[in-house]
């Protein structure tokens, strides 16, 4: 069954501050309730978060905009690695985000480790797509090079 409660910040995944969501009551129970994160929605609680809910989407829109110039720069980047070759072909090890975000910050550009999405790391040779999420409405694809080591 499902409980409607009022967001008293942010959760990722549920919303911001102010936000009317419906939850599992095991959730909003033993979870959100005892942190503070959330309470039952009643018409006092939407009129004291109100304030603190315009000031959050003002700060999200500025992270937005931010995100979108980061957006513009990461577009016209390219991330050449070299890496070691045996004679067979193959890789020694392998190219994680650590790495791309070295070849980045060559280029100028400070990102977040969190904010770089790679399933596993890179063991192959080639052209990878990275996705890098800088806002939750905002991703950038950065192309990865990896290529071998002379």
């Not at 129970?29 to 809910?53: D, H, M």
């Not at 999200?60 to 070299?82: P, V």
Request: hydrophobic letters at 45%; aromatic letters at 4%; a negative charge.
């Amino acid at each position: 069954m499902a409980t409607e409660v009022l967001l008293m910040d942010q959760v990722e995944g549920l919303g911001i501050e102010g936000d009317v969501v419906k939850v599992a009551d095991g959730y909003a129970r033993n979870f959100l309730f005892p942190r503070g994160i959330a309470s039952e929605v009643t018409e006092g609680k939407k009129r004291q978060i109100e304030k603190k809910r315009a000031e959050r989407l003002v700060q999200l829109q500025k992270e937005k905009s931010a995100a979108e110039e980061i957006l513009k720069k990461i577009e016209g980047l390219e991330c050449t690695i070299a890496a070691k070759v045996g004679e067979t072909g193959k890789m020694f090890g392998s190219v994680g985000v650590s790495q791309i975000l070295e070849k980045l910050a060559e280029q100028g550009l400070e990102i977040e480790k969190s904010k770089v999405v790679l399933a596993a790391p890179l063991h192959e040779l080639g052209v990878f797509d990275v996705t890098i999420k800088l806002h939750p409405e905002v991703s950038a694809t950065l192309k990865v090079w990896i290529v071998e080591e002379k």
